[in-house]
């Protein structure tokens, strides 16, 4: 079987939450293919739940606390890294949040404080992120973020998510445009529904699981490692000349007309 080699590659992973999030998933896989791996977290019970996984593997990966609705927290965390002398070659941005009161409903009663929050943690951070790492990513690097379908779809129930989505994707092609020259590529994966901490709080998800089971060509659901497999191409020189896409990991739900 053809294994990707990203001896002496660099990854800096900010969304880990726990075991089934995909940004612990996507960290693994890289890790075992020969990266090393840099985490962002949120909070001392996210480092926490991290150090326990981390345990099992050959080192011990560099663990960096950053809230990514402050600033100074940003700029302090690449401002280290530089100081440091610490490159990097790939991005991962696995951060989605809103208010859980938010998803499902009136649309038309979605607040302001709360579409600016959803905006905020699942947009906007991909920005300031990225704006961040093009500061000590080495050339040919690579960026992933991802997004879910309903970025294009009404799914009832994913509400104001839907719309940060949309605005995830179209920053997926305006930051690809504008570090293409720096020879750094931009990409996001569509993953279909799959079971995470935060996909458990969305209002109708698990209709939205078993629709996407019944009706895509591959009859099933997909998995985390799925998921991690496609971000680990990405990632790599394997997908060299790809910047700017959203690539579906849906059991090919997203063909489907009805």
């Known amino acids: 079987m053809f294994k990707i080699n990203l001896n002496n590659k660099t990854a800096l992973i900010f969304g880990f939450s726990n075991h089934r999030s995909i940004a612990w998933h996507t960290a693994n896989k890289?890790?075992?293919?020969?990266?090393?791996?840099?985490?962002?977290?949120?909070g001392a019970k996210m480092k926490e739940n991290l150090l326990k996984l981390v345990s099992e593997w050959n080192y011990n990966p560099m663990i960096i606390e950053c809230d990514v609705s402050n600033d100074n927290d940003i700029s302090k965390l690449y401002a280290d890294l530089n100081n440091?002398?610490?490159?990097?070659?790939?991005l991962v941005h696995s951060i989605a949040m809103a208010d859980k009161n938010e998803l499902g409903g009136d649309y038309l009663s979605l607040s302001r404080n709360g579409f600016?929050?959803?905006?905020?943690?699942?947009?906007?951070?991909?920005?300031?992120?990225?704006?961040?790492?093009r500061k000590i990513m080495n050339e040919q690097g690579s960026i992933i973020t991802f997004t879910f379908q309903a970025s294009e779809k009404v799914f009832p129930g994913y509400n104001v998510m839907g719309t940060a989505k949309a605005a995830l994707e179209h920053e997926v092609r305006q930051i690809a445009y504008t570090l293409g020259e720096?020879?750094?590529?931009?990409?996001a994966v569509s993953a279909g529904p799959?079971?995470?901490?935060?996909?458990?709080?969305?209002?109708?998800?698990?209709?939205?699981k078993n629709a996407a089971s019944e009706k895509s060509p591959l009859k099933r659901n997909i998995t985390l490692d799925e998921v991690a497999n496609s971000a680990l191409f990405l990632l790599s020189d394997m997908s060299s000349g790809i910047t700017g896409e959203i690539l579906h990991v849906d059991s090919g739900y997203n063909i489907m007309g009805i």
Do not use: E, P
């Open 194 to 208: 799959v079971d995470t901490l935060s996909s458990r709080v969305i209002q109708g998800y698990k209709k939205m």
């Open 182 to 187: 720096s020879k750094i590529r931009v990409n």
């Open 84 to 90: 440091d002398n610490q490159k990097i070659d790939m």
């Open 116 to 133: 600016k929050f959803a905006m905020d943690i699942s947009a906007y951070s991909f920005v300031s992120l990225c704006n961040g790492a």
């Open 30 to 42: 890289l890790h075992k293919s020969g990266a090393k791996i840099i985490f962002s977290v949120y």
